[in-house]
């Protein structure tokens, strides 16, 4: 058991509300105190799970993880962009809720991240959560009959796809990092041994993102590729966002896995395709 945070109050009474976000105190009488604890626990999470109509004979596997306060159901959407023939498309949940509040109200979210600056509480929840996305890949390969496996995340749910796959360089066959980081100090280097050769890395972020600096998907770039990793950097005309064309384009290099040198991807991710597709600027 974590404690994140204790508040004080002089008084002795104190009710207990569970809420989404933690537990919430309230002063009976006098006062009460009010903390955040963190229990490890034991539950079932549901996975968004989309198959296609006429699959493929073992379609690849596309597991989702979302961004920072974003939902399942929101990140499903990418279906209607995925062209045929489709993968096996799984939507995983993030664990640990958040109240994001605007102009329009409050809406509830997700973090992959503990909501909490504990260090120590992050030693612990980070791998577990790890282990999470691992066993839900491990239960969808049993019940379906899928071909390769491939994490996209997108923001936040980058460094949790980059983790995976170099923690499990033979369950997992591609990262689609979508407008997020890489974080090699929070990662052991014998993974990046292990997994050199084995994960190949398309990165896709947009040119005008105001929240993840593009910069960082650069710098991954040149990490990884400096380890023996084949990488993908797309580049686009867009902000933090994934835009349909660079989905597109990632599922046809998941399609077409051994376009990793950059000299032959473009013209070959540009020419089969059509005009979905823009070309690189």
Not at 29 to 51: D, H, K, M, N, W
Not at 102 to 107: A, E, H, I, L
Request: contains cysteine; aromatic residues 8%; proline residues 7%.
């Amino acid at each position: 058991m974590i404690r994140e945070k204790r508040m004080k109050c002089p008084a002795a009474v104190l009710l207990v509300i569970l809420t989404l976000g933690g537990g919430a105190g309230l002063c009976i009488g006098e006062a009460a105190s009010q903390e955040t604890i963190y229990i490890e626990a034991g539950f079932l999470s549901p996975v968004l799970v989309r198959v296609p109509a006429e699959p493929a004979v073992k379609p690849p596997l596309l597991v989702v993880l979302h961004g920072r306060g974003d939902t399942a159901a929101n990140m499903a959407g990418m279906w209607n962009g995925l062209m045929d023939p489709k993968p096996i498309l799984a939507v995983l949940e993030a664990p640990y809720p958040m109240l994001l509040t605007g102009d329009k109200g409050s809406v509830l979210g997700w973090s992959w991240d503990p909501l909490s600056p504990d260090e120590k509480l992050w030693e612990q929840a980070v791998p577990k959560t790890a282990m999470y996305i691992i066993n839900t890949i491990l239960a969808l390969r049993k019940k379906y009959e899928t071909g390769e496996v491939f994490l996209l995340g997108h923001s936040q749910g980058v460094s949790y796809a980059y983790r995976v796959a170099l923690q499990k360089p033979d369950l997992v066959k591609g990262v689609i990092a979508m407008a997020g980081y890489l974080d090699p100090e929070r990662l052991p280097q014998k993974w990046f041994s292990r997994a050199s050769g084995k994960v190949s890395v398309f990165i896709g972020h947009g040119r005008k993102d105001a929240q993840v600096d593009p910069e960082d998907s650069r710098k991954a770039k040149a990490y990884l590729s400096e380890r023996g990793f084949a990488v993908i950097l797309d580049e686009f005309e867009g902000g933090h966002s994934m835009t349909w064309d660079v989905v597109r384009r990632a599922q046809a290099w998941m399609n077409g896995i051994g376009m990793n040198d950059e000299t032959a991807y473009w013209p070959r991710i540009l020419s089969p395709v059509g005009p979905v597709f823009n070309s690189p600027q």
